[in-house]
């Protein structure tokens, strides 16, 4: 198949979870890819999986001089790009009491600071169209304990799938989210649960799921790839949720 046949693409943290797959994926059907990491053993991996025509770069997604300097390369390498798929994010999880200043600030950084100074500085670089896919979560609806900061910092990026499309789309550019539930992916594994209560917080999230189990980085994936795709020309400032019916349950 062939449905982003030589799009040009960036994908932020796809070097693991969702955004390799969704790497994957875009390869599978025609994409030229760029991604990003941080983790070097991650990056070490997705070399490996990706291939030699996929350009791996670290980047460090709380920094805004590092997403001008990632947009100087992207232009550098592909002159203009059609997709970008914000996917570098992190969950953090615990009780407000335990949260500090730098902790609160970091989230905010990479989960939304990063992400809206990257698009800031691709602007002069998409192509016309161009779709922007943002990875946002549930979370922003779900009143979940203990998430406070994260699903905060996940409200904020959902709502600049909104507006970002009212100033964007005039210019060819379109601005969708999705927003997985709970998906087992290397993300999941930081959030800092101790091993002891895993197997308890697993079968937790589960009992909440009503199709009974964990969501795949490759459902998640295809829903990019549509958003992604000019088979959603016309979808702007929507929402895929992907959840496995997770919402129903409030």
């Known amino acids: 198949m062939s449905r982003l046949n030589g799009k040009r693409t960036l994908i932020t943290g796809g070097t693991s979870g969702i955004g390799l797959e969704t790497a994957k994926q875009f390869l599978a059907e025609g994409a030229r890819v760029i991604v990003t990491g941080v ?3 991650s990056i070490a991996r997705a070399k490996r999986e990706l291939g030699a025509e996929v350009r791996v770069i670290s980047a460090d997604s709380a920094s805004v001089d590092a997403q001008r300097q990632l947009a100087r390369i992207v232009e550098e390498h592909y002159g203009r790009l059609d997709i970008a798929f914000l996917n570098a994010g992190i969950a ?3 009780p407000v009491e335990e949260w500090t ?3 609160f600030d970091r989230s905010f950084d990479i989960n939304v600071k990063g992400p809206y100074f990257l698009i800031q500085s691709l602007l002069p670089v998409f192509g016309t169209p161009a779709s922007i896919v943002l990875n946002t979560s549930i979370n922003a609806h779900v009143g979940a304990a203990t998430s406070s900061v994260y699903a905060a910092t996940k409200a904020a990026l959902l709502n600049l799938s909104k507006t970002l499309s009212s100033e964007l789309v005039g210019r060819g550019i379109r601005v969708n989210a999705v ?3 709970p998906v087992d992916t290397p993300l999941y594994d930081k959030l800092g649960i101790p091993d002891a209560y895993r197997d308890q ?6 009992d909440s799921v009503p199709f009974g189990r964990f969501g ?4 998640v994936a295809k829903a990019v790839l549509y958003l992604a795709s000019d088979e959603s020309r016309w979808t702007v400032g929507a929402e895929i949720i992907v ?8």
């Open 101 to 103: 200043e730098e902790r």
């Open 201 to 206: 917080v697993n079968q937790a999230i589960i």
């Open 39 to 41: 983790n070097p053993d």
């Open 216 to 219: 795949t980085p490759d459902e």
């Open 243 to 250: 959840d496995g019916g997770r919402m129903l349950n409030g």
């Open 179 to 181: 927003s997985p539930g």
């Open 92 to 94: 953090e999880w615990r």
